[in-house]
């Protein structure tokens, strides 16, 4: 779901509105296209659940406690770049805005644990 809302996002301001995404860092350009925005959703999404399955396993009490603090301060620590040069007004726009969609997707969708190393639910038939 994480990917799909960033994909989204992407899909409104590039194609859509014809804002292409670029970020400048000396001479280099370098445009952010579905392929980055697929890639870096699902590898922070794999890293979110990772990190809440591993506090579920050594620290269980507090493991939803613990990996929304951890989650929230990741997000916020995500924007920073934002704040620096090398990218117009609708670029951070658009970015800080996946940013936040993406965050706000896994840490209301994994809220309820990571399901890594529980049981399979029984059925009614069970």
């Given at each position: ?87 117009d007004g609708g670029t951070r726009v658009t970015l800080a805005l ?29």
């Open positions: 779901m994480a990917v799909a809302v960033a994909l989204v996002i992407w899909a409104v301001a590039d194609p859509v509105l014809g804002h292409r995404l670029r970020m400048t860092d000396g001479g280099d350009t370098m445009t952010v296209g579905a392929a980055a925005v697929t890639v870096a959703s699902l590898l922070a999404s794999l890293a979110a659940w990772a990190l809440l399955a591993a506090l579920e396993r050594f620290a269980p009490g507090r493991a939803r406690a613990v990996w929304t603090g951890v989650a929230v301060a990741v997000l916020a620590v995500s924007l920073l770049p934002l704040a620096g040069d090398g990218m996946m940013h936040l969609a993406v965050g706000a997707v896994l840490i209301a969708g994994l809220a309820g644990g990571s399901r890594a190393g529980r049981p399979a639910r029984e059925g009614p038939h069970s």
